[in-house]
């Protein structure tokens, strides 16, 4: 994705006198803008909707909405943690934040299962079935999202690696025989760790088949995914919603344990009498 504020500055003498009023405003208050809308940022810097909506023509993009997302990318990777939390305030406001945020996280799965590359997901699938070994690697909050789809893999295959670690020379100890037989899954969202494009880029550079869940085309590990499976996460505070990586997870889980069911059953035959042995559940509920 190109540095649009790069852009932005770079072309302000080209502008005209109202699309310079627009370009000061958003250098300096590129967190405020990505959410307004093009009546409301307008009327801030005192030019005319359509003058805002030409602007981001301009600029190469098809309309406003473009636009603005683009400045909401932005805000997304480049904001502190604080910045984040004034931006969260500013769009929840005071009212019902139960219902702002589970409306809005359904939103997000609605917008991820619209958006999702279908052929991506049963390529994934495949490739996981067929992995020699699999690694899961997922960094800070995304550690979360790899340990929930660790176990449930491990539940249908001994060949599961989950890569935890706060060391990068730890984790290279971990990925370094990975091969061409191997696959990685790579969560990753904003702010993105590097650990991560590390790791993914020494995965593609050994010829094992990489995973990437993340949010977007520009995220840093997608021009390395042989398959990319994105999720919307929209900022919901100073962490991003996961709802819809969880549920992408959820369903690659789904889809391997129906795509290896006859193994699959035997193993929980196993693991069931295993439990049962070592009393590992409370047999006294419902």
Known sequence: MRNLLSDIEARMPTFSKGQKLISNYILEN???AAYMTASKLGKIVHVSESTVVRFAIELGFAGYPEFQHALQEIVRTKLTAAQRMEVTNTLI?????????LIGDAEKIKRTLDEIDRDAFDTAVKRLANAKNIYILGFRASSSLAGFLAHGLRMISDNVRFIQTTSGSEMFEQIMSIGEDDVMVAISFPRYSKRMINAVNFAKHAGADVIAITDSTASPIAPAADQLLLAKSDMASFADSLVAPLSIINALIVALSRHKQDELRVRLRQLEEIWDEYDVYDK???
């Open 30 to 32: 590129y967190d405020k």
């Open 93 to 101: 406001g005071d009212g019902d934040i139960l219902s702002k945020i």
């Open 284 to 286: 006294n509920q419902g």
